[in-house]
């Protein structure tokens, strides 16, 4: 009752400005705000260390019954995963859980290629098939609730910025109408009750594919979620195998059978960046329901590396990753093993919208594919403008030097390197390099 009269209280006050009373003082939005240029922010971001001495490695039996390949590697996590439920259900409204609770009793139809490793995984351990399922949809989970609270809390903002108007012809939420007296957000409520709350700036990903002198190509990938530790912790690298033999290298969270970034050596690596904030968790379950056998942009990931071979072309992967329906749209960021195979895939849920392709050569910049959560084609919001620092620390790197060491330099700067980010990889396919890192504070 405590708990719900506070909620109500809340609720009621419906402003920022006269809710202070209850939620308490909040960091002030100063209309000249702009996150990616705080330095103080910068400044703690650069003081992350590795959560650990490189990230777990396992492997999976592709060739083992599935509903018992992932035992012997979700009898470590058993502790953690109690914590990182409770972490992602915190994102879940009440009205969602219907929509959980059908696909757990019905799970074949909506994750066909997976579901028997999902029941297996809750079988592991000892939680609910719903459990999982909420697991496994998390990258539409983590964009509930989207609006302009969610997706900024720190601005500026304006009315009709070129780059908002691209992604939300509405701004029904990428523009701040008010932002003295904002609606009262899942994150005022949530600083009351407990609940994750996200900090400064929206956060989201970066990848980079670039080809240097001698036509490699290195691939980096920056996963901007703001995780809990709890959720970190789960995170491995996983050699999956057939007979024996590693097909394809991925990571994932124990529990989410999906990869966020993978790689088959000779062929080639992918990462995953959200296009159109991911959806919002409404539409994506609707979406599931309606086209039964739609994948999520991490099991369409997996289920294309799955299906490779040592003989399959680059071209080959990219038009894989495009023909599949899916749940979200998202980029597909593509990185192969010659000269000029490089690709960033832009997915609608039933097809492809674009692929920009590396062009070097012909164009200054054509050695480089760098993709944060906005079209190519269109400008980015000023409130979240990570290209454009991203694209000059790739400039000021050249060609020249291409390479770990050099994406480790961009990967690593600000504001492509921020206090959102809790993951980042590098990736070679031409020579099999797969390096993985979890980010904490000291």
Not at 58 to 85: C, G, M, Q, S
Not at 183 to 205: N, Q, T
Request: charged fraction near 20%.
């Amino acid at each position: 009752m405590q708990v719900l009269a506070t909620v109500t209280a809340v609720l009621a006050v419906g402003t920022l400005s006269n809710a202070a009373s209850v939620l308490g003082d909040r960091t002030s939005v100063h209309p000249d705000y702009i996150w990616t240029e705080d330095d103080h922010l910068s400044a703690e971001t650069m003081n992350r260390v590795p959560l650990q001495q490189g990230v777990p490695k396992y492997t999976v039996d592709l060739d083992a019954p599935a509903e018992t390949r992932w035992n012997h590697i979700a009898k470590d996590f058993v502790d953690v995963v109690p914590d990182a439920i409770k972490y992602l259900k915190a994102f879940i409204p009440p009205w969602a859980f219907p929509l959980v609770i059908k696909i757990a009793e019905d799970i074949e139809p909506y994750f066909s290629l997976y579901a028997d490793e999902m029941k297996g995984l809750a079988k592991a351990y000892g939680i609910d098939v719903g459990d999982i399922v909420v697991m496994n949809l998390i990258y539409q989970v983590e964009s509930i609730g989207l609006n302009c609270s969610t997706w900024n809390n720190t601005g500026p903002t304006v009315p009709n910025d070129p780059g908002c108007m691209a992604v939300d012809p509405s701004q029904k939420w990428c523009y701040c109408h008010n932002q003295s007296a904002r609606v009262v957000s899942r994150d005022d409520v949530a600083k009351v009750l407990g609940w994750p709350i996200r900090e400064k700036g929206p956060g989201l990903c970066t990848s980079v594919v670039a080809e240097d002198r001698e036509g490699h190509i290195f691939h980096g990938r920056n996963l901007d979620w703001n995780l809990p530790l709890a959720v970190r912790k789960l995170v491995v690298d996983v050699d999956f195998q057939r007979g024996g033999e590693t097909v394809f290298t991925g990571t994932t969270a124990v529990g989410f059978v999906g990869i966020f970034n993978g790689m088959r050596k000779g062929v080639g690596s992918v990462s995953i960046d959200a296009r159109g904030k991911g959806g919002t968790i409404l539409d994506n379950a609707l979406e599931a329901l309606l086209h039964k056998g739609s994948l999520t942009p991490s099991q369409n990931l997996r289920k294309v590396l799955e299906d490779t071979t040592a003989d399959t072309t680059f071209d080959e992967l990219v038009t894989a990753l495009g023909s599949k329906d899916l749940i979200d749209e998202v980029y597909y960021i593509t990185g192969g093993t010659k000269s000029k195979e490089g690709a960033v895939v832009a997915r609608t849920r039933l097809g492809t919208a674009d692929v920009w392709r590396l062009d070097t050569g012909n164009t200054a910049d054509g050695w480089y594919r760098l993709q944060t959560n906005y079209d190519h084609w269109e400008p980015v919001p000023k409130a979240d403008d990570r290209r454009t620092p991203g694209r000059a620390h790739m400039n000021a790197l050249g060609r020249d030097h291409v390479g770990l060491p050099g994406m480790h330099s961009v990967m690593t700067a600000w504001p492509t390197f921020n206090h959102h980010t809790d993951y980042t990889g590098y990736f070679a396919a031409f020579n099999g390099t797969y390096e993985s890192t979890v980010w904490t504070q000291p």
